[in-house]
């Protein structure tokens, strides 16, 4: 939806490295449990033999043929297609599973993945030149983007894409939107950027170095190339990162505004103003004693909110446009945060300042629901007990940390939980 350093050694590091798994948390697609997360490595997404799938291709390509897809294109798209049990089997066993942002930062900004990232700058710097130029959109951060989605295209996915799709289509459960990603799959194909045989990706059918779904490749993918084709599956990636700085910019990213910045609170800050419903200058900001993290004042980027992922444990970031225009390329807050540090360390920068700390992450719903019920039964309503957390959640954790003497950060964290259990 991306420099110096002691390159000979940290390339070559990097390049040797054993390559890092995509990172994608829990939005395209959602997330998985961890058995299920490790169980495609061992997958071989075979195409089996099953008659209810056969007559549902049946009946759908005349709904394909109604759409605009050409027979020969259909005809030839399922010519090896099959039934992937796999495929259904991993959509069913979504679960929600919460890592903690201190891990998931780890991996996201490793020393590999930034040394491999570094490398990638040289190695396409005339690439990511013109790229910046045509998009406006910085090159550390459609790099960051690449490696977070594809560790640099070595994680593309295998999975031929048509079966799976198709599969997911027949099997139901969410049908009607794999359906649609189906006839935008065929419709690719009957353009020309790919064939069948190359139109590989994940099980869910995100497709290349930048993970597009077919609907947003449709949409937002370029040739960059200029030979005809919208290939983001080749080996060579300029389409691919030419489509991702495409994307970002129609969703109106601002060249040279950082996507965040880190900074340090004041002793007794005001919490509640940590919300992304409160915007305001960082000539504000500053004005209520929020610094860079060197202590220096934050440079005027635009209007920007004080987010805290992890309450007042954790890091503080002041967020600016581009942080909602990283989240349009996957919504959760891990990932966007992930996208933004990684290239930030791709261009040169440190580590955080203020880690995150260790354990401390989203809970799932379940948790949310408790945590709702127990705040309620101890005396701070919530609302209702829906998992959501929303403005009467937050009032209710603020006035629980207020009378237990706690930073009233409004944050519902592991920590919190915990007290109240």
Known sequence: MRIALTLCLSVATAANAAPE??????VRPPAVTVAAAVAPLARTYARVPDAGFDAWVRRFRGRALGQGVSAATFDAAFADAGFIP?????????????KPLADY???????????????????????LDRIEAKYGVDRQVVLAVWGMESNFGARRGAVPLISTLATLAYEGRRGRFFEGQLVAALQILQRGDTT?????????????????????????????????????????PSDALASTAAYLSHFGWTT??????????????????????????????????????????????????LITPTGAGGPAFLVFGNYDVI??????????????HLGDRIAGAGPLSHPFPPGERGLTRAERVELQQRLTDAGFGTGGADGKIGPATRRAIRAYQARAG????????????QRLR
Do not use: C, K
């Open 327 to 340: 989240r349009r390329y996957n919504n959760a807050e891990a990932y966007i945060i992930g996208v933004g």
């Open 406 to 417: 706690l930073p009233q950060d409004g944050h519902a964290g592991v920590a919190l939980l």
């Open 196 to 236: 069948p045989a190359r139109m590989t990706g994940s099980w869910a059918g995100a497709m290349g170095h930048t993970q597009f779904m077919p609907t947003s490749y449709a949409a937002y993918a370029v040739d960059f190339t200029g030979d005809g084709r919208r290939d983001v599956w080749s080996d060579d």
């Open 105 to 127: 930062m780890a991996t996201a900004a490793s020393d590999t993945r930034v040394a491999t990232g570094r490398a990638m700058l040289v190695q396409y710097g005339s690439l």
């Open 21 to 26: 798994r995509t990172l994608r948390p829990s």
């Open 86 to 98: 796999d495929s259904i089997a991993l959509d069913r066993n979504q679960a929600e599973f919460v």
């Open 256 to 305: 040279g505004q950082p996507w965040g910045v880190e900074v340090r609170l004041p002793e007794g800050f005001d919490y509640g103003l940590t919300a992304r419903r409160v915007t305001q200058s960082a000539a504000d900001w500053a004005a209520l004693g929020v610094t860079g993290a060197d202590g220096r004042a934050v440079p005027g980027h635009g209007p920007a909110s």
